[in-house]
Each structure stands twice: as C-alpha cells, then as structure tokens.
C-alpha cells in the first residue's frame, strides 16, 4: 500500500511569494491532518479534515493559510502571501476510522523556507 | 502550559543497551491517548506504540515497550537492545478524546543517538 506522499519535498521561496504544499493520504483515509514543525520546536496541529469537510482548523495561523480537499481525496495548503515566520516542516497525515488507538500515518513532510 | 513535556533534547546510547525517553503530559480528560513516533534522518513520522489511559497494562511493541505511570502523568519510551538504525527524532504524543477531537498534540522531542 502506498504511504501518505508529499510533494514538493523542499521548497523555497521570498517573503510575499505564494506556496501551495500537497498531500496524497492513504486511499480510503477519511482524516487528513496537516501538522506544522518550526524549528527546534513542537509540532503543531494545523487543521484536520474529514473527507472533504474541514472538521477543525483551529490550529490554522492566520487568513493567509488555505487549506482544501476537493472530492475528499488529496490536500492543498497554500501560504499566501509567504512571511519569514512559515518557515518549517510541514507535515500532512492520514488516518482511517475513529478508533482510538489509531496512529497516524505521516508523509514525509514539506521543508519551507521563506527568505 | 506545554501538555506534552520532553525534556531531553538529545541522548546518546551504547548499541545493544536499553534506554528511556521521557515524557510527561499533562491533561484533565479523563479519556486519553498517549503516542510515541519516530523520525529517522529520512524524515517520516513513523507511528511506535500507544497507550490508552484506561490500559490496565503497559503496552509493548517488539522492542518498544511504553512505562505508564498515570498518577505522574508519565509516558516513557523505552528501548531495549539499542539498534543503530534506533538513531532518530522521537515525539511523544497525546490525544485527549473527550476534548480535543481527533488532534494529536506533539512534544518537542528527543534526538537519540545510539552508538556502536
């Protein structure tokens, strides 16, 4: 079975540009978390969807992060416009099912760097 | 107030030798979760082992066994018959059932180091 891939693996852009990450889950994963890890620091909860319904996106920063899952398959999260301080590894995670003890499965995350 | 505590940046261990992580949480759900994943250099999170708070027993998981001490509020992680491929970031992680959802809240992490 294919793992949670994210693409693109690096990027980096200037203050002011836009970005748009993307995560491909697990088929058949209903939840699709984005996580965010600035460094040296905790990671973070960003939002969390259920297919395609956004179920809580109180971890999301700001109006300049978009998040969308269209058809309840793959995510978008676009930073728009890009600051110093969205720097980090963004990571998107799947899960099947409300069972508790559920892991996630994580991708491989997103290095951003804006300069 | 941080809910997930680890408090060694970095550890180094002896290859073949046993070892703990730390972690301590802190919440007032009474339904819980506790997580702990792996990040090797290649940078996936890898999902270890969970404990739930109403576990009787310590769970285990190959090598990895999970010391739950719930009056403390402690999760350790502990290792046994380091591996060189044990070398990694390590995240305990909680999930408060009756009030956060489906979110999973990360500590900052352990980076184990581990010897030949």
């Known amino acids: 079975e294919a793992g949670v891939t994210q693409f693109p693996s690096h990027s980096v852009i200037e203050k002011g540009q836009t970005v748009t990450l993307r995560c491909d889950p697990i088929s058949g994963h209903d939840n699709l978390y984005w996580y965010r890890r600035v460094m040296g620091k905790e990671i973070k909860f960003l939002l969390h969807f259920v297919k395609e319904s956004k179920q809580d996106e109180s971890g999301m920063p700001n109006n300049r992060f978009l998040a969308e899952r269209t058809g309840g398959t793959y995510s978008t999260l676009k930073v728009q416009p890009a600051e110093l301080e969205d720097s980090g590894v963004y990571f998107c995670?799947?899960?099947?099912?409300?069972?508790?003890?559920?892991?996630?499965?994580f991708g491989s995350g997103t290095r951003l760097t804006v300069v | 107030a941080q809910k997930i505590t680890q408090t060694q940046p970095g550890m180094f261990v002896q290859e073949k030798e046993a070892v703990t992580l730390d972690c301590t949480y802190d919440t007032s759900d009474p339904s819980y979760g506790l997580f702990w994943y792996k990040q090797p250099s290649s940078g996936e999170m890898i999902f270890l082992i969970y404990q739930g708070s109403y576990d009787q027993q310590n769970a285990t998981e190959g090598r990895y066994s999970l010391n739950f001490q719930k009056a403390r509020k402690s999760a350790n992680l502990v290792i046994s018959a380091s591996q060189l491929g044990d070398s990694a970031m390590y995240f305990c992680a909680m999930r408060e059932f009756n009030t956060g959802g489906f979110k999973t809240i990360f500590g900052a992490g352990t980076r184990l180091f581990v010897k030949a």
């Open positions: 995670a799947s899960s099947q099912g409300r069972l508790a003890n559920y892991g996630y499965t």
